[in-house]
């Protein structure tokens, strides 16, 4: 059903990258679901239930936390560069990926009908990999080659793992 949905869509502007970008996102749920944590403790024990407050208060713990924990390192002797060899300065490299490999990304991902941040299932991507893993491929090496990335590629979905203590503890994660 959905392969030769996008197949009818994709095939008559497959040459464009912008109209074959604007019909995968059109068929983006709009839908934004809280994937946090609604109510967190600050340090005095209130609560906190504002999305806002709760974003800046785990961006503080997270600010933090490396100095803190580096105070509590023992310092080493080594110097960090008698861990490295060669010269590899200006020596990033990525190959040019292919359809091939994004088909095999993408079945190799776990079967699943949980959204992405970007509102589309894993078995609606499965079943209509072959329609844009070309394009796909296209713009990864687009945006390989030209070091600019697209907005909606640069969403990173960080959900808090917890320990068995107070989920509502910033400090607990």
Known sequence: ????????????ICASLKQTWCLITSGVSSKHSSYGP?????????????PQLIANKFNEFFTNIGPSLAIKTPHSTVDHKSYLSGSFSDSFFASPTTPDDIINIVSSLKSSNSEG??????????ASIDLFASPLSQMCNISFSTGIVPDNLRIGKVIPMFKNEDSANFTNN
């Open 38 to 50: 609604t109510a967190m403790k600050d340090n005095r024990g209130n609560t906190i239930n504002n």
């Open 1 to 12: 059903m959905y392969k030769k949905y996008y197949h009818d869509k994709l095939s008559p």
């Open 117 to 126: 941040v970007d509102g589309v299932d894993v078995n609606v991507i499965e």
